[in-house]
Every structure is written in structure tokens, then in C-alpha cells.
């Protein structure tokens, strides 16, 4: 008897242990592809031990010329590190949403959050505040519009869905992320009419990007990045208590409102640092936690953190499609991600329904 309760108890952390080891092998694939697909192809033996000189201490001979080294450290890794950072963060928000609404289909897409965010950005560069041209060095300034912007909308979104009272299904609060992100496309469209110098900038920007001007985007990111995740994954657990309900976690010794606003208020910090960034990028906050949860277990213990390696590794393998698929020219990532999560929204909506009624 004992040595099978031993046993059963320590199947979960031989299977995090895997999970966390493909986690890690899959952001360094993502790394590596990144670095070494492109216009210009590259050895990849060659750019892992380059990336291996960044070390400090480590002095190898990589082979490639000063040209391809700059490739290498200023305009790709640059561009891979910020899909990482911006990935994590949107499968890390679309976990911490799901978890804090009881909602299989809650995304920060699909609640309005990125939405809210756009909006925002839009304001702040139409206007003027920041710099104009590309959208390549983020102003310091579109970062903390954008948190303002991605709170309000899901502000809204929970007001609305929540005006059913007790009777509403979570479908509701889609139907209302639906309903709020329409209103705030329409004053985003509206505000672009009336300033059309800027139209082509930020619709570039809308379509959703990775392009950087160096490491200043991700020097800008990087700070949300930690804060967003410190939060969310330290109150992982809490996560999982609140699934059981609120007079539970409460008799638990949980604050079930006090959790829900803190992990609302991360979630849409690091939305809105990822929206800022690259723009308008759907459904990987709900295509990674899915699989994650399909593939690892359904706590949030295991969700998030996993949530947040592949949703990095993710969204910098979709980049490398997106500017090698139609080279030259270059796909904007989120058409990529809209023709792959809009079939897999579908089956999660279909294996869903039991929940939705």
C-alpha cells in the first residue's frame, strides 16, 4: 500500500519535470530557428555557438563574418527575444484570464483587452506623443497608455457580461468582449479618419509586427515582462483554488475578489506591454493554454508556467513562418496567428458547449 500512494504522488513532478525540460528545448528551437532562417540563411551549428559567445567568458570561433555576426546579435536575436517576451506574456495573460473567469474561451483577443490597448496606442501616436514615422522604438510613454487602455476594456467586458446577474453563462462575457471590442473599433477607426497622416503606420502596427530597431523594444518590454509574470505565477495556486468557487476559497482563508483584481490587473499589464510592442496578435492566448492543459494537466500550477515558455516559443516559430512563407516580403504575424487559431477557436468552442450551456 504505501509504496503505491508513494508512487502516485510522485507521478506530477516527474511530469512537470518533462514538461518544464520541452518548455525550455522549445523556446531554444525557437531561438536557434529564429536566428538562423531568413533572407540571408545561416549555419545553425554555427549561430549556436555565436549565441554561445554572448556568455560571458566563452570565446569560440563560430566561422561566420563580421556581416553575418551583426545579423546575428543586431537585427534577428533582437526580433526573436522580443516574440519570446510578447508571446509569454499573451498565453501567460490568456491562462490567468481563463483561470480568474472560470472561462474555457476567455483570451485577451476575444475579452476586448487588446482591443482597449490598440485604442489607447492609438490615441498616443495619433496625437502626437512620441515619436512619428515607423513604429520601431516604442515611446516610453505608449506602454502605460496601452495598460490604461487594456484595463478599461476589461473593465467593460466584465460589467457587461456581468448585467445577466446570476443566470449568465460564460459565453455571456465572450458575447460582451465581442460587443465591447466592436465599440472600440469603431472609435479607433473613427480616430484614424480624422488623422490620416498616421493611417499607414499604425495599420501596419494593427496587423500586428515584430520588427525592432535593435534591443530598445525589448529594454522596454522586458521590465512588464518580469512584473507580469512575478505576479501571475506566485498566485498560480490561487488560481486553483478559485475553481472551486468563492465561499470555498474564501473558507480557505483566500480573498477571492482582492486575488481576481491583482491577477486582472497583471494579465492586462502584460497585455498591454505585448500589444504596445507588436500590435494586435490573436489567439494565443487561448490556442497555448489550451494545449497546454490538453497535453500537461489542468492546474494552473502547471498551466501558467508552461503557458509561458510556449507561448514564447510559439509566437517566435509563427514569426519565422511569417517572413519566410511569402520571401521577400514579409506576413504580418497576425494574419498567421488568425489562420491558425481561427480553427482552433472552433474546436474549442465545440468541445466547450457542455460549459457554455
Known amino acids: ?16 519535470k518533462r514538461w518544464l525540460a520541452a518548455g525550455v528545448g522549445a523556446v531554444l528551437v525557437a531561438v536557434l530557428a529564429g536566428v538562423s532562417l531568413g533572407p540571408v540563411s545561416l549555419p545553425p551549428g554555427s549561430v549556436a555557438v555565436e549565441l554561445l559567445n554572448l556568455l560571458p567568458g566563452v570565446r569560440l570561433d563560430s566561422g561566420l563574418s563580421e556581416r553575418e555576426i551583426a545579423i546575428v546579435t543586431e537585427l534577428r536575436l533582437p526580433r526573436v527575444v522580443l516574440g519570446l517576451l510578447v508571446g509569454g506574456l499573451l498565453a501567460l495573460a490568456g491562462g490567468a484570464y481563463q ?28 496625437l502626437g506623443v512620441g515619436a512619428g514615422g515607423p513604429l520601431t522604438g516604442l515611446p516610453v510613454t505608449v506602454p502605460l497608455a496601452a495598460f490604461v487602455g487594456s484595463l478599461g476594456a476589461v473593465t467593460m467586458t466584465y460589467l457587461l457580461g456581468a448585467a445577466g446577474g446570476r443566470s449568465r453563462s460564460p459565453a455571456t462575457l465572450i458575447l460582451a468582449g465581442v460587443a465591447v471590442s466592436a465599440f472600440l473599433a469603431a472609435g479607433q477607426t473613427y480616430l484614424l479618419q480624422r488623422h490620416a497622416e498616421s493611417i499607414q503606420s499604425v495599420y501596419s502596427w494593427l496587423l500586428g509586427r515584430l520588427a525592432t530597431a535593435g534591443w530598445q523594444d525589448v529594454r ?4 512588464y515582462f518580469l512584473v507580469t509574470s512575478l505576479v501571475v505565477l506566485l498566485h498560480r495556486r490561487e488560481l486553483d483554488v478559485l475553481s472551486v468557487g468563492d465561499d470555498e476559497a474564501a473558507s480557505l482563508g483566500l480573498h477571492p475578489q482582492r486575488s481576481r483584481y491583482l491577477l486582472i490587473a497583471a494579465a492586462s499589464l502584460g497585455t498591454a506591454a505585448a500589444v504596445s510592442a507588436s500590435g494586435l496578435i490573436g489567439f494565443v492566448g487561448i490556442i497555448v493554454p489550451h494545449l497546454v492543459r490538453m497535453l500537461a494537466g489542468s492546474s494552473y500550477r502547471v498551466i501558467l508556467p508552461l503557458s509561458l515558455l510556449f507561448g514564447g516559443a510559439f509566437l517566435a516559430l509563427t514569426d519565422v513562418v511569417a517572413r519566410t512563407a511569402a520571401a521577400p516580403q514579409e506576413i504580418p504575424i497576425g494574419v498567421v496567428t488568425a489562420l491558425l487559431g481561427g480553427p482552433f477557436f472552433v474546436l474549442v468552442l465545440r468541445t466547450a458547449r457542455r460549459v457554455l450551456t
Open 99 to 126: 483561470g480568474v473567469f472560470r472561462n474555457p474561451l476567455a483570451d485577451p483577443y476575444l475579452l476586448g483587452v487588446a482591443a482597449g490597448a490598440g485604442l489607447a496606442v492609438t490615441v498616443v501616436l495619433t
Open 1 to 16: 500500500m504505501p509504496p503505491a500512494g508513494m508512487d502516485t504522488a510522485s507521478r506530477p513532478a516527474g511530469l512537470r
Open 220 to 223: 522596454l518590454v522586458l521590465p
